[in-house]
């Protein structure tokens, strides 16, 4: 089996990058096993009934995650039953998940396929799982926090409230998916973050700058391969999450979009858009709540501060 899919391959060629050997492993090692068993939140993706990625975060106290052995991976969280994203979780459904210290910026993904669903246990069978570089993540304090939780609130457009969170957001999460029949394909979940405002918003439709990476280009070739994508922001101090969902188009030359260059993140290798087609929102959703560390307001070319 390819470690890529043919539109990551593709992705790679339109962005002009030659990868030798990836260190993207069919199976976790202990290390990343480990590194999942230590953490207070995971990020997970899969599809809804309908074929659309929708993602969301399972939270529990440091073990409730842990692996069976280096292929499959056990979560014990409670889910709440008016959650979208945990409605379309089945027995055999495609399943991305990515794990994030905020405290020390690592992260590690796993992607692969539903094999058990009880109340509140899940557990996936592990075809891919990989890290991912510290770039663009904001270091917080992770605590503990009592939240009362509030009715989901679904959305016909981005209202004022939404486009607030956006506008200030510094990390946000992108789900996407690769058909099927792509042998490496499946359901995926990725981080993005920057500076405040690196973002921008024309009605409904969010422009996202696309920074240097792993050059993987795991969500840019799953949205060649199938446009529609889920958009994850979080609120650190109010707990509260919004999910987006919409249709993806990837502008490959920054150069044409000059109205973005201008009021955006210089350094950014290309764009992408979504058009926002549906949406919802948790209020305090979170049972947790990310306090900033010390940042340096020196900015890289890209926009993204260094971390002291």
């Given at each position: 089996?390819?470690?890529?899919?043919?539109?990551?391959?593709?992705?790679?060629?339109?962005?002009?990058?030659?990868l030798?050997?990836?260190?993207?492993?069919?199976?976790?090692?202990?290390?990343?096993?480990?590194?999942?068993?230590?953490?207070?939140?995971?990020?997970?993706?899969?599809?809804?009934?309908?074929?659309?990625?929708?993602?969301?975060?399972?939270?529990?106290?440091?073990?409730?995650?842990?692996?069976?052995?280096?292929?499959?991976?056990?979560?014990?969280?409670?889910?709440?039953?008016d959650?979208?994203?945990?409605?379309?979780?089945?027995?055999?459904?495609?399943?991305?998940?990515?794990?994030?210290?905020?405290?020390?910026?690592?992260?590690?993904?796993?992607?692969?396929?539903?094999?058990?669903?009880?109340?509140?246990?899940?557990?996936?069978?592990?075809?891919?799982?990989?890290?991912?570089?510290?770039?663009?993540?904001?270091?917080?304090?992770?605590?503990?926090?009592?939240?009362?939780?509030?009715?989901?609130?679904?959305?016909?457009?981005?209202?004022?409230?939404?486009?607030?969170?956006?506008?200030?957001?510094?990390?946000?999460?992108?789900?996407?998916?690769?058909?099927?029949?792509?042998?490496?394909?499946?359901?995926?979940?990725?981080?993005?973050?920057?500076?405040?405002?690196?973002?921008?918003i024309?009605g409904?439709?969010?422009?996202?700058?696309?920074?240097?990476?792993?050059?993987?280009?795991?969500?840019?070739?799953?949205?060649?391969?199938?446009?529609?994508?889920?958009?994850?922001?979080?609120?650190?101090t109010?707990?509260?999450?919004?999910?987006?969902?919409?249709?993806?188009?990837?502008?490959?030359?920054?150069?044409?979009?000059?109205?973005?260059?201008?009021?955006?993140?210089?350094?950014?290798?290309?764009?992408?858009?979504?058009?926002?087609?549906?949406a919802?929102?948790?209020?305090?959703?979170?049972?947790?709540?990310?306090?900033?560390?010390?940042?340096?307001?020196?900015?890289?070319?890209?926009?993204?501060?260094?971390?002291?």
């Amino acid at each position: 089996m390819d470690i890529f899919h043919p539109d990551e391959q593709r992705a790679q060629s339109m962005a002009g990058f030659v990868l030798g050997a990836a260190g993207i492993y069919p199976a976790m090692p202990q290390q990343h096993r480990d590194f999942f068993a230590g953490l207070p939140a995971f990020f997970i993706a899969t599809l809804d009934a309908n074929g659309w990625p929708v993602a969301t975060v399972l939270s529990g106290p440091p073990g409730f995650i842990s692996t069976v052995d280096q292929s499959h991976l056990r979560i014990n969280a409670p889910r709440r039953e008016d959650d979208p994203a945990l409605s379309a979780l089945k027995i055999g459904n495609p399943l991305g998940a990515l794990g994030l210290d905020f405290t020390n910026r690592r992260r590690n993904r796993v992607n692969g396929d539903i094999t058990r669903l009880d109340k509140n246990r899940l557990e996936i069978a592990v075809k891919q799982s990989f890290g991912n570089c510290p770039k663009y993540i904001q270091r917080r304090v992770i605590s503990q926090a009592t939240t009362e939780p509030e009715p989901i609130e679904h959305l016909d457009r981005l209202d004022g409230k939404a486009k607030k969170l956006i506008a200030s957001a510094d990390t946000f999460f992108v789900a996407s998916y690769a058909h099927g029949e792509l042998a490496s394909g499946g359901a995926d979940i990725s981080h993005r973050g920057g500076k405040p405002g690196f973002v921008q918003i024309e009605g409904d439709t969010l422009w996202i700058p696309d920074f240097s990476g792993n050059r993987y280009m795991n969500t840019l070739g799953n949205m060649l391969a199938q446009p529609r994508a889920a958009l994850l922001f979080i609120d650190f101090t109010s707990g509260e999450v919004l999910h987006l969902q919409g249709l993806t188009e990837v502008s490959w030359q920054p150069h044409l979009q000059p109205h973005l260059q201008k009021n955006s993140l210089e350094g950014a290798e290309r764009f992408w858009q979504l058009k926002v087609t549906r949406a919802w929102r948790f209020p305090a959703m979170l049972p947790w709540r990310g306090e900033i560390l010390e940042y340096s307001p020196a900015t890289l070319a890209t926009g993204i501060w260094t971390q002291k």
